[in-house]
C-alpha cells in the first residue's frame, strides 16, 4: 500500500539512520529526486553508502551530501563531474566502488527481483573483478556480481497515481524504475499525482513497489552542460 506524504522530510523521518544504505535514481542531474536528497541532508544522518550511477556535481544533485560529510562509501559506474567527490576519494575519506554501469544497473534489477546474485563477462580481467568468485559457461569465464538491497531507495517519477504506479518522463527514467525496486522502503516524488489511475498500459513500476509518496516541489531543473547552437535555417 502506498502512503502520501505532506513533504519529503515526512516521509523520511522515521527510516532515516547513520550508516544506511541508500539507492537513488538519477543520471548526471537528471531525474535526480532532489527534494528526498534536500530532505537527507538536513536531517543530518551520516555515514551513509549511497548507490547511484553517478553523485552528481558540486553542490547540487547527491553532491550536497558530500558537500555535508555524510557519506562514507559510494557504489557508482561514473564520477567524473564532481571534483569534491574525487578530492574526498584521493584524501581517503570516501571509500569508492567503481561498478560498470550495464552492471550497477543489473544489479539493482537482480536485487529488486529476489536474485542474490548472477554472472557477467563484464569486468572478468580487470581489477573490478577482483577477489570475486568466477565460473566457466561454455569455455567462457564469467565473474559473479552480488544484487543489491538497499536500506531505503530515492525515486524521482514524473506521474504518479493515487495507489503508487508511477510512469517516468524522457530521459529522467534512467536509474529510477530500477532502484524504486531494490529498496526495502522506496520513498517517491512525483511532479503529478493524479487522485485517479494511470492508463495501465503506461505504468513503468507497480504501485506495489512505491511504499511512500510525495508531491515534488515545482523547480528550475538543472542542467549539467548547456550547449546551444544557431538555429538550422530550413
Do not use: W
Not at 10 to 23: K, P, R, S
Not at 105 to 134: L, N, Q, S
Not at 214 to 230: F, S
Request: a negative charge; charged letters at 20%.
Amino acid at each position: 500500500m502506498t502512503t502520501r506524504y505532506a513533504n519529503a522530510a515526512e516521509a523520511l523521518a522515521d527510516v532515516l539512520a547513520d550508516g544506511i544504505t541508500i539507492a537513488v535514481g538519477g543520471f548526471g542531474l537528471s531525474g535526480n529526486p532532489n527534494d528526498l536528497i534536500e530532505a537527507v541532508r538536513d536531517s543530518g544522518v551520516r555515514d551513509l553508502t549511497i548507490v547511484s550511477n553517478n553523485m552528481g556535481v558540486d553542490g547540487r544533485g547527491l553532491g550536497l551530501l558530500l558537500e555535508n560529510g555524510q557519506v562514507r562509501r559510494v557504489l557508482a559506474s561514473y564520477v567524473g563531474e564532481n571534483k569534491l567527490f574525487a578530492q574526498q576519494y584521493l584524501d581517503g575519506r570516501l571509500d569508492v566502488e567503481f561498478v560498470p554501469q550495464g552492471t550497477l544497473a543489473e544489479r539493482m534489477r537482480a536485487g529488486g527481483a529476489g536474485i542474490p546474485a548472477f554472472y557477467t563477462r563484464t569486468g572478468v580481467g580487470t581489477p573490478v573483478a577482483e577477489g570475486k568468485p568466477h565460473a566457466e559457461f561454455d569455455g567462457v569465464r564469467y565473474v559473479q556480481e552480488r544484487g543489491i538491497v538497499a536500506d531505503l531507495a530515492l525515486v524521482h517519477a514524473h506521474t504518479a497515481d493515487a495507489v503508487g504506479n508511477l510512469t517516468y518522463r524522457y530521459a529522467a527514467r534512467n536509474f529510477n524504475p530500477l532502484v524504486a525496486t531494490c529498496g526495502r522502503t522506496s520513498v517517491v516524488e512525483a511532479e503529478i499525482v493524479l487522485n485517479g489511475h494511470l492508463d495501465p498500459d503506461v505504468v513503468v513500476t507497480p504501485g506495489v513497489f512505491a511504499n511512500r509518496l510525495v508531491q515534488a516541489r515545482d523547480r528550475v531543473k538543472d542542467i549539467e552542460k548547456l550547449t546551444v547552437r544557431p538555429k538550422a535555417e530550413v
